[in-house]
Nanobody, 125 residues
Framework: QVQLVESGGGLVQAGDSLRLSCAAS????????MGWFRQAPGKEREFVAA????????YYTDSVKGRFTGSRDNAKNTVYLQMDGLKPEDTAVYYC??????????????????WGQGTQVTVSS
């Protein structure tokens, strides 16, 4: 079991930026790919981004491509999501999660586990 704690959310205006952090504990953290999901009020949790164990490769859902950038610092056991050009539709609770083995390329919630508690991002117009 890996424990994850998200931070960095807040209330911002459209066009602003935020950087979310996901701090992980556990000896196996650096061997797993990681993902970011978000859940807006009244909606299902949706995939946002994924990053390999090395940080060399990433992929994103279409709605955030060109605006969000994932990265990680394994020495700090931390994954980041840099969010630029925020839009009101980005408002959601953002979660990080560990990708299960062999699931690279997936955007499915079922292919991730060890979810964090989430951090609220609110973007006003």
């Amino acid at each position: 079991q890996v424990q994850l704690v998200e931070s960095g959310g807040g209330l911002v205006q459209a066009g602003d930026s935020l950087r979310l952090s996901c701090a992980a504990s556990g000896r196996t953290f650096t061997t797993y790919a990681m993902g970011w999901f978000r859940q807006a009020p009244g909606k299902e949790r949706e995939f946002v981004a994924a990053i390999t164990w090395s940080g060399a490769s990433t992929y994103y859902t279409d709605s955030v491509k060109g605006r969000f950038t994932g990265s990680r610092d394994n020495a700090k056991n931390t994954v980041y999501l840099q969010m630029d050009g925020l839009k009101p539709e980005d408002t959601a609770v953002y979660y990080c999660a560990v990708m299960k083995r062999g699931r690279w390329g997936s955007q499915l919630e079922a292919d991730f586990g060890s979810w964090g508690q989430g951090t609220q991002v609110t973007v006003s117009s």
